[in-house]
């Protein structure tokens, strides 16, 4: 009985290895790369399974990788002509493909609410028509909005326009909170809404992963800050946002997570992993590819756009804040998806959309008594594609992956320890700033 146990078991292991049954070969694949993609556990791939099926796993990654070639963003449009050109061998907006010159800087394609008029209108509007101009500014910034439930909530709850449609703040973003009534036309229910500080977070849900996006209006407001111990140790991100008049700050740059007797995942969160950039200030040595890692830089530049490149390239002379990881998941609009980008993990990711607005999105994940292990990144490029990212990239996450939002965390942390209080520190991160007064 025991050697029929002992056989079927043995039977049922090399089938898992070797069969090319679909569904089994997809979890395979799911698999592998969740274990390859960490520090710490690499070894529940490379001690369990044969190293050809795992070196087999890896090769088709890096296949996956190289078939993108040197593919990298080259806006070119002016803001007010955001169609993009017939497609051609390398995806480009620019209307003269031959150039690269950058374009000039621009300001949001949604305007701020503003709600001036010229002194002969305001001799004849009265307090119903001014109201009436906000609001139609305030629809035209929000433009992801669903109307109804927007008007609905406002219905039940008058006091949010106690100082006008410009200065609307509703905020149920909290872990606490269960957030609000209203919906984007996407189908999202809304957490947040700041019209002053032109940002608004929306719940993203679906097989496995629950997370929040946060669509920041002003692209010149995000920056990549440092830690203030940037070198030797780091800091959680609500602290750096802090430190920095942020309202707004997800995680950004990897880091050297080893401590001083070797062992790794107990690093302090101070060395930055690859290369960064913030302010105009380098810091840190540029990633090299390796087992089916090809890395990418993520930069804004001075026009506050969005440009992805691979890390061999030298960094350009106007960017201003960097930072490197992989894949790159959507390049001037267009979605990069591959059967070998496959793992799930918490994520962090970071786009920019047709309007120019800067796309934040962080996923939990590897919580997996509540179902939650996380997703990969072809669902992260499509959830940014129904905001109209143009640019889009996935950077560190994992453990680290997390969001603040004026003065608290909305993401839970997948280290059960700080789940609820922002997790590991971290070098630097994404953050954008609140109006200057």
């Given at each position: 009985?025991?050697?029929?146990?002992?056989?079927?078991?043995?039977g049922?292991?090399?089938?898992c290895?070797?069969?090319?049954?679909?569904?089994?070969?997809?979890?395979?694949?799911?698999?592998?790369?969740?274990?390859?993609?960490?520090?710490?556990?690499q070894?529940?791939?490379t001690?369990?399974?044969?190293?050809?099926?795992?070196?087999?796993?890896?090769?088709?990654?890096?296949?996956?990788?190289?078939?993108?070639?040197?593919?990298?963003?080259?806006?070119?449009?002016?803001?007010?002509?955001?169609?993009?050109?017939?497609p051609?061998e390398?995806?480009?907006?620019?209307k003269?493909?031959?150039?690269?010159?950058?374009?000039?800087?621009?300001?949001?394609?949604?305007?701020?609410?503003?709600?001036?008029?010229?002194?002969?209108?305001?001799?004849?509007?009265?307090?119903?028509?001014?109201?009436?101009?906000?609001?139609?500014?305030?629809?035209?910034?929000?433009?992801?909005?669903?109307?109804?439930?927007?008007?609905?909530?406002?219905?039940?709850?008058?006091?949010?326009?106690?100082?006008?449609?410009?200065?609307?703040?509703?905020?149920?973003?909290?872990?606490?909170?269960n957030?609000?009534?209203?919906?984007?036309?996407m189908?999202?229910?809304?957490?947040a809404?700041?019209?002053?500080?032109?940002?608004?977070?929306?719940?993203?849900?679906?097989?496995?992963?629950?997370?929040?996006?946060?669509?920041?209006?002003?692209?010149?407001?995000?920056?990549?800050?440092?830690?203030?111990?940037?070198?030797?140790?780091?800091?959680?991100?609500?602290?750096?946002?802090?430190?920095?008049?942020?309202?707004?700050?997800?995680?950004?740059?990897?880091?050297?997570?080893?401590?001083?007797?070797?062992?790794?995942?107990n690093?302090?969160?101070?060395?930055?992993?690859?290369?960064?950039?913030?302010?105009?200030?380098?810091y840190?040595?540029?990633?090299?590819?390796?087992?089916?890692?090809?890395?990418?830089?993520?930069?804004?530049?001075?026009?506050?756009?969005?440009?992805i490149?691979?890390?061999?390239?030298?960094?350009?002379?106007?960017?201003?804040?960097?930072?490197?990881?992989?894949?790159?998941?959507?390049?001037?609009?267009?979605?990069?998806?591959?059967?070998?980008?496959?793992e799930?993990?918490?994520?962090v990711?970071?786009?920019?959309?047709?309007?120019?607005?800067?796309?934040?999105?962080?996923?939990?994940?590897?919580?997996?008594?509540?179902?939650?292990?996380?997703?990969?990144?072809?669902e992260?490029?499509?959830?940014?594609?129904?905001?109209?990212a143009?640019?889009?990239?996935?950077?560190?996450?994992?453990?680290?992956?997390?969001?603040?939002?004026?003065?608290?965390?909305?993401?839970?942390?997948?280290?059960?320890?700080?789940r609820?209080?922002?997790?590991?520190?971290?070098?630097?991160?994404?953050?954008?700033?609140?109006?200057?007064?």
């Amino acid at each position: 009985i025991w050697l029929t146990v002992i056989l079927c078991l043995e039977g049922l292991y090399f089938f898992c290895c070797y069969t090319n049954n679909a569904f089994v070969a997809k979890w395979r694949t799911i698999y592998i790369q969740t274990a390859m993609s960490t520090m710490r556990h690499q070894w529940l791939a490379t001690y369990l399974l044969p190293e050809s099926v795992v070196d087999d796993v890896m090769r088709k990654r890096t296949e996956s990788m190289e078939a993108l070639g040197d593919k990298e963003s080259s806006w070119g449009a002016k803001p007010e002509d955001t169609t993009p050109t017939a497609p051609e061998e390398e995806s480009s907006w620019s209307k003269e493909p031959e150039t690269t010159t950058p374009a000039e800087p621009v300001e949001p394609a949604i305007k701020p609410i503003d709600t001036t008029v010229t002194e002969m209108e305001t001799e004849t509007m009265t307090p119903e028509d001014e109201q009436a101009l906000a609001k139609e500014a305030f629809y035209e910034l929000f433009w992801e909005l669903d109307q109804p439930t927007m008007e609905a909530y406002v219905e039940e709850n008058p006091s949010v326009l106690d100082n006008g449609w410009e200065n609307i703040n509703i905020n149920e973003a909290g872990l606490d909170d269960n957030g609000t009534s209203i919906q984007t036309t996407m189908g999202e229910q809304v957490l947040a809404i700041n019209a002053k500080e032109q940002i608004m977070l929306v719940r993203v849900t679906g097989s496995g992963y629950r997370g929040v996006l946060a669509i920041a209006k002003d692209p010149s407001r995000l920056n990549v800050e440092n830690s203030a111990g940037v070198g030797t140790y780091g800091q959680l991100t609500g602290d750096i946002a802090s430190a920095h008049n942020g309202i707004l700050a997800t995680t950004c740059s990897g880091f050297i997570d080893i401590d001083a007797q070797g062992n790794w995942g107990n690093g302090n969160g101070g060395l930055i992993a690859g290369y960064a950039m913030s302010n105009g200030h380098g810091y840190g040595t540029h990633y090299n590819s390796y087992a089916g890692f090809q890395y990418y830089r993520l930069e804004i530049h001075e026009d506050n756009l969005i440009y992805i490149k691979k890390v061999d390239k030298e960094v350009s002379e106007d960017c201003r804040d960097a930072t490197e990881f992989q894949p790159p998941i959507i390049i001037d609009g267009e979605l990069l998806v591959s059967d070998y980008w496959v793992e799930t993990n918490p994520r962090v990711c970071i786009g920019q959309s047709d309007k120019y607005e800067m796309l934040l999105l962080v996923v939990e994940g590897r919580i997996y008594t509540e179902g939650i292990p996380g997703t990969d990144v072809n669902e992260c490029a499509r959830i940014l594609q129904k905001h109209n990212a143009q640019q889009a990239m996935n950077v560190d996450g994992g453990t680290s992956a997390m969001m603040w939002y004026d003065g608290e965390y909305v993401i839970r942390g997948s280290n059960p320890n700080t789940r609820y209080t922002g997790s590991r520190p971290v070098p630097n991160a994404f953050v954008y700033h609140r109006v200057e007064e």
